[in-house]
């Protein structure tokens, strides 16, 4: 069975950082790019960062660029997001995503993160 | 970047009827090369992740029910519900993956029973 697992979320003050996982499972991680995408409480869902199969190429967007990084180890079977200098907007539910290049086909549950004083 | 956009925000519709959902993006997601529409589909119930329905446009996921179905091409899209079931009553959300960078969602169409 196909499973991805984050963890890795808490309550984390303005200016702190973060590091989430999602452990990976039931497929052959090391040649499908991942993606992680945020929802915030009550809203959207809204595309962060995506790395290619081999972790060469990496993308974000503009709301998290510079303070993100995505990275994975394929070893391991698991894809990272850290997480710095952390903004109260930046509260939301993070989910890791599987990438067959034509859509997002699986999805973790996800991990809340707040980011409050 | 592509924006997406949907209609309605929200709709009701009676059990067994049927339901439509509109998503217009602000370029093209067709690609010529293979004559494929990067356009996919996603089901998120409550407190749930998203689950993906449809990509292409049109081609259903495993295991998703005949009574979901995707068209169109270019710009504009629909996803139907063609009689819907009291467990579809959910938040659908189109996505382009034209573009990679940023991938880009519509702000979804909250479906309720009437």
């Known amino acids: 069975e196909v499973q991805l697992v984050e963890s890795g979320g808490g309550l984390v003050q303005p200016g702190g950082s973060l590091r989430l996982s999602c452990a990976a499972s039931?497929?052959?991680?090391?040649?499908?790019?991942m993606h992680w995408v945020r929802q915030a409480p009550g809203k959207g869902l809204v595309w962060v960062s995506r790395?290619?199969?081999?972790?060469?190429?990496?993308s974000y967007a503009d709301s998290v660029k510079g303070r993100f990084t995505i990275s994975r180890d394929n070893a391991k079977n698991t894809l990272y997001l850290q997480m710095n200098s952390l903004r109260a907007e930046d509260t939301a539910v993070y989910y890791c995503a599987r990438d067959p290049r034509t859509s997002l086909d699986c999805w973790g549950q996800g991990t809340l993160v707040t980011v409050s004083s | 970047d592509i924006v997406m956009t949907q209609s309605p925000d929200s709709l009701a519709v009676s059990l067994g009827e049927r339901a439509t959902i509109n998503c217009k993006s602000s370029q093209s997601v067709l690609y010529r090369s293979n004559n494929k529409n990067y356009l996919a589909w996603y089901q998120q119930k409550p407190g749930q992740p998203p689950k993906l329905l449809i990509y292409w446009a049109s081609t259903r996921e495993s295991g998703v029910p005949d009574r979901f179905s995707g068209s169109g091409s270019g710009t504009d899209f629909t996803l139907t519900i063609s009689s819907l079931q009291a467990e579809d009553v959910a938040v659908y959300y189109c996505q382009q993956y034209y573009s990679t960078s940023p991938l880009t969602f519509g702000g979804g169409t909250k479906v309720e029973i009437k």
């Open positions: 790395i290619n199969s081999d972790g060469s190429s990496t």
């Open positions: 039931g497929f052959t991680f090391s040649t499908y790019w």
